[in-house]
């Protein structure tokens, strides 16, 4: 099978398929009374457990829930609490001896199957409520089952899934596996950018066809040309496995040049930063030699949780990281849901274009009292250590001033309790909407620092959803527009005397790498695993060579005609 190799380095194992789309039942037939009575507990206590979590949701202050959400979350209370669901569920594991995974599943397939096949609309969309109630309970039933088990996979194990979630992160042990391949993705999907940052060989978008792939088959898979062979003959085990051996010459390569300064041959300093998602991210920062965080993605502390973390929650989270980078610089930002990250406990609205819709900065203004909580708790831990606030999705000025304000009242409240905090620190922007970069003139006034997020800015620039893999093609940091949008920020920063970053997958690409340092970059974050490959770079090159490069691109007229001249001249 072919896909999209996102994160280098060949992974050999057994497969272990997660198919999260569809609920499955595991066919298993009880055996004794002490079976059932396990499984009618198990059912019970995720019925409670269901329950607790509507009753959470819905009192959450901080959601600010209208009637209509209410209205539907009191609606799946009555319809847990139906003692005939309970009923039929339970008459299922007591005499048909089924499990309450598989019980669940059936009632929940009747019951929805009933509904769907009713001739009033109204309750032909009951079904719908039905569905997420059983996925609920399914949820909570589950919770020790095998896929969330952390402790489930056996050493060199390759995850094949149809994708995986930020959430999936937590859920899954990844230190226990070897490599991944997903049906869905794209170069900058979460996937990708979860498997660079722990530093396993990935293969995205391998269509349909990955999920046949049964537990335990023998996999191989090539991270950089995102081949995945399955069962595969001896002489290409023995292809790869002398591609392995050399794929690991040139990682005992990178690990030299690991503790080496990243300067230029001609002595100009670059900063090398990683991208984090939680303080555990920052022994392999230092593993690869990273010399702090130019981006601290917050979302991972929202999600699979049942409600909003309160301000304190949010304290610890960050502040255990600003110690974790002992003295390093951090960069915070502020939340970026909505468009593919979604919080089971926040009812975001069903948008047509959720990419251009309610997410990141918008719903902080939005939702002040959410962003208040924020922004003090990373002010708090800004007292710590060496931090800076970042905004993202910004796309005019206001948005940045009213930002701002926030910050301040953020400080003025904790000046009020008397709570220690940074009141110096930083503030900057992503620039990753194609206005941000063309005024980034205008903009550059406002702020302390802009990092430029390539992932967004191309999709934005180039109207290409980077999550669609039927259009990865068209998906292109090399396209000249996009390049001249990233010149023109690294510009006028320079101009306007404030530092700029680039944190988007292209700060990893060491095809880019000269290019950037061309254009004046001299800050790239990227997922630590990276860091050495592009040191390597920087250490084998000069400014002046790199500028000449930059001048060489600025002037050509298409993707293709770069891409080649970089390859032959950088590579
Ligand atoms: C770094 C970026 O943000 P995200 O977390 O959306 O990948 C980006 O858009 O380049």
């Known amino acids: 099978m072919k896909g999209i190799g996102v994160s280098p380095g060949i992974a050999v194992g057994r497969a272990f398929v997660i198919k999260k789309s569809a609920p499955a039942t595991n ?48 609606t799946q209370v009555e319809l ?66 095998e896929t969330n088990n952390r402790s489930s996979f056996a050493p060199d194990t390759i995850i094949i ?79 790869y496995s002398a591609k392995s051996a050399s794929f690991r010459q040139q990682a005992d390569l990178y690990r030299n040049v ?112 959410l962003f208040l909580l ?34 301040e009242k953020a400080k003025k409240e904790l000046i009020a309790a008397g709570t220690a905090f940074d009141a110096n620190i930083k503030v900057g922007i992503m620039v990753e909407i194609p206005s941000a970069a063309i005024t980034a003139d205008i903009l550059a006034k406002e702020v302390d620092f802009f990092s430029i997020g390539t992932n967004d800015l191309c999709q934005y620039t180039l109207a290409v959803d980077r999550m669609n893999e039927k259009i990865n093609h068209l998906y292109d940091p090399f396209n000249p527009g996009v390049l001249r949008l990233i010149h023109n920020v690294i510009e006028q920063g320079r101009l306007h005397n404030i530092h700029v970053g680039m944190c988007g997958e292209m700060a990893s690409d060491s095809l880019a790498t000269l290019l950037l340092l061309g254009m004046g970059l001299q800050e790239f974050s990227m997922s630590a695993a990276s860091i050495p490959t592009i040191k390597n770079s920087i250490i084998n090159t000069n400014i002046a060579r790199a500028k000449q490069i930059c001048a060489d691109v600025m002037k050509m007229e298409s993707s293709e005609s770069i891409t080649a001249y970089l390859k032959e001249t950088t590579l």
């Open 374 to 407: 924020q922004l003090k708790a990373i002010l708090r831990a800004a007292a710590f250590g060496e931090v800076s606030i970042m905004f993202p999705m910004i796309s005019n000025i206001k948005e940045i001033r009213d930002a701002k304000a926030i910050l």
């Open 258 to 369: 690991k503790h080496l300064p990243a300067i230029t041959a001609d002595g100009t300093q670059i900063k090398l930063l990683a991208n984090i998602s939680s303080a555990d991210d920052m022994d392999m920062v230092f593993d690869n030699s990273g010399e702090g965080v130019g981006l601290f993605r917050t979302e991972m502390l929202f999600m699979d949780r049942d409600t909003f973390p309160d301000e304190e929650e949010q304290f610890e989270f960050y502040k255990k990281a600003v110690i974790s980078a002992a003295g390093y610089p951090v960069t915070i930002r502020t939340i970026d849901i909505g468009g593919d990250k979604h919080l089971p406990y926040f009812n975001l609205p069903a948008e047509l274009n959720p990419f251009l819709g309610y997410r990141a900065i918008r719903i902080s203004l939005d939702q002040e009292a």
């Open 80 to 145: 847990i609490n139906d003692p005939q669901i309970r009923e039929d569920v339970l008459a299922k594991i007591e005499t048909e001896y089924n499990t309450a995974n598989d019980a669940m599943i059936a009632v929940t397939a009747g019951i929805v199957a009933l509904f769907e096949s009713m001739d009033d609309e109204y309750m032909r969309a009951r079904s719908a409520d039905f569905q997420d109630i059983g996925n609920r309970i399914l949820k909570y039933i589950n919770r020790n089952g």
């Open 161 to 239: 899934a149809d994708d995986l979630t930020p959430s999936d992160t937590i859920t899954l042990d990844l230190n226990l596996v070897t490599g991944f391949a997903t049906q869905a993705g794209s170069k900058t999907s979460h996937a990708a950018i979860i498997a660079k940052s722990k530093g396993l060989p990935a293969v995205v978008a391998c269509g349909d066809e990955l999920m046949n792939i049964n537990h335990n088959d023998f996999i191989i898979l090539d991270g950089l040309s995102g081949f995945v062979y399955v069962n595969p003959d001896e002489a290409t085990i023995r292809k």
């Open 27 to 74: 066919g298993i037939v009880l055996q004794s009374k002490e079976e059932i009575a396990a499984e009618t507990e198990r059912f019970n206590t995720a019925v409670l457990n269901a329950l607790a979590e509507i009753e959470a949701i819905k009192n959450s202050s901080q959601l600010m829930l209208n009637d209509d959400e209410i209205g539907i979350l009191e």
